[in-house]
């Protein structure tokens, strides 16, 4: 059973940076792909950013330049560095292995204008 935990949320003035973690037990972290997602209140949930097995990384349009989605194979944990924080960018964040039903809890993040 694979689980997964996020931690690193919290409340930040805009133009402020977090780092999000999500520590990844009970599989093969090296060969998973992973992904960041958000969901905000009365919206979808969306991909925010992903990294696969080999360190390529794709970003939505909304956040590139300022997040950086990376992982650390060693401590089977998976970062999401966010930076120029903005109100729009909050959101509860998860972590999760794409296209499966292997999903974080989710980590609060509020941008305060």
């Known amino acids: 059973q694979v689980r997964l935990v996020e931690s690193g949320g919290g409340l930040v003035q805009a133009g402020g940076s977090l780092r999000l973690s999500c520590v990844v037990s009970?599989?093969?972290?090296?060969?998973?792909?992973m992904g960041w997602y958000r969901q905000a209140p009365g919206k979808q949930r969306e991909l925010v950013a992903n990294i696969n097995s080999a360190g390529g990384t794709n970003y939505a349009d909304s956040v590139k330049g300022r997040f950086t989605i990376s992982r650390d194979n060693a401590k089977n944990t998976v970062y999401l560095q966010m930076n120029n924080l903005k109100p729009e960018d909050t959101a509860v964040y998860y972590c999760?292995?794409?296209?499966?039903?292997?999903w974080g809890q989710g980590t609060q993040v509020t941008v305060s204008s």
């Open positions: 999760s292995l794409p296209a499966t039903d292997y």
């Open positions: 009970g599989g093969m972290f090296r060969i998973y792909a």
